[in-house]
């Protein structure tokens, strides 16, 4: 026999005057195979078509229907509600600008950050476009894959307790990405160069350390040898640069 499920979804939607933060609580039927994506689209689709919650590939590739589920932060789409208690809790993802309900602006959030990062290659080679595509070592290619995997959902920076802390946190979505440019040998920048941009509290030394980061990471990503690989550069790269004063 299908369980019935209770969800308690948060409901607020900033635009509107009359609106007031609240808890709302829904029934539904769980059927097989059911995933917190699912059973939203149904409750919107069935019982309240103003719920407002992101999707779009439901496949955990896009990273929108990011959400604090019972607690934690995680995917919508890789969420089955079997793994669940009878007794849901959805909450907007922490730190990004609340859009309404269960939907968050994470875009000006990453936006914002690939700026202070300088999230591009940094090379003086004049670009050809006639030219062969530069060769690189496969392992380093796969190393840069790896890190490339980021789905941009926020969940770890919902996460971190720094980034609850602090607005200028760049998180470890922005310190993968450092790392990634980092290990990229196209990317002609000095250990100096990304000290200039991670060797403060905004970057790698604001971290704590509790690795909730990697604890949520829907991909999965090795979050913590890069918080590791970052802390021990950029703090090599500080005792240089006091000694040589």
């Known amino acids: 026999m299908s369980r019935l499920l209770k969800f308690n979804i948060f409901r607020y939607n900033p635009q509107d005057e009359q609106s007031e933060p609240h808890m709302q609580e829904f029934v539904l039927e769980e059927t097989d195979s059911m995933t917190l994506f699912i059973a939203l689209n149904r409750l919107r689709e069935e019982q309240d ?5 992101d999707f779009c ?3 955990g590739i896009c990273g929108a229907c990011g959400m604090v589920i019972n607690g934690r932060p995680g995917l919508a789409c ?3 509600t ?3 208690p009878g007794e849901i809790t959805l909450l907007p993802l922490p730190v990004f600008k609340l859009v309404g309900d269960l939907s968050v602006d994470t875009g000006s959030w990453f936006r914002e950050m690939y700026t202070k990062t300088e999230s591009w290659i940094h090379t003086d080679k004049e670009f ?3 030219a062969l595509e530069e060769r690189m070592d496969n392992k380093e290619a796969v190393a840069i894959y790896e890190l490339e995997r980021c789905i941009e959902c926020g969940c770890c920076v919902s996460a971190c307790a720094t980034a609850r802390l602090r607005e200028d946190f760049i998180g470890a979505a922005g310190l993968n990405r450092v790392a990634r440019f980092l290990i990229d040998p196209r990317d002609q920048r000095s ?3 990304y000290y200039e941009i991670i060797g403060n509290d905004m970057g790698i030394f604001g971290c704590m350390g509790l690795l909730a980061c ?3 990471c829907p991909k999965h990503l090795p979050l913590q040898n890069q918080l590791g690989f ?6 090599i790269t500080s005792l240089k640069r006091l000694f040589r004063k």
């Open 49 to 53: 078509p103003s719920l407002q919650f």
């Open 57 to 59: 590939c439901r496949a």
């Open 78 to 80: 890789h969420t089955k």
């Open 82 to 84: 079997r793994d669940l």
């Open 128 to 130: 050809d476009p006639e």
């Open 191 to 193: 250990d100096s160069d």
């Open 214 to 216: 990697e604890d949520v």
């Open 230 to 235: 970052l802390r021990r550069k950029m703090g």
